[in-house]
């Protein structure tokens, strides 16, 4: 797992940043009035795009391609969601961004802690000389 400060911090503000940016944009499109089911596909694809753009284009060369695409990506689809099947106010759409990226950002890192266990270093006492 990732435990170096600036990228631990580029993780949250980039998940923040994307979800965001997802409610905003799928609120101000959607906002409830098609249907929760259809407000959470489109919702869904507003977030994936947003994700895959900013993530390809902006944050991986400066931060990593595996620690952003995944995390942002499901940031960006789950905001998506949430702003695609409710009609938020500016306070709302702030408050699911932030609660929306920094829960996909713990369920990414509890996932990779879970499934990635602990890592085993290759030590000079191994006995292969």
Partial sequence: MENRPY??????????????IAVAISTLV???????????VGG????????LLLGFGI?????????????????????GMV???????????????CITGLGSLVAI???NAVFGGQQKLDSPQSGTH
């Fill in 44 to 51: 869904m694809l507003i977030g994936m795009i947003l994700g």
């Fill in 83 to 97: 702003g695609g099947m409710q009609d938020l106010s500016a306070a709302e759409i702030l408050q699911w961004g």
């Fill in 109 to 111: 890192y509890t996932l």
């Fill in 30 to 40: 959607f906002g409830g009035n098609i249907g929760m089911l259809a407000g959470m």
């Fill in 7 to 20: 990228f631990i911090a580029a993780d949250v503000a980039c998940n923040i940043g994307i979800a965001l």
């Fill in 59 to 79: 944050l991986a060369p400066r931060f990593g391609i595996m620690e952003v695409i995944v995390p942002c990506m499901m940031s960006g689809m789950i905001g």
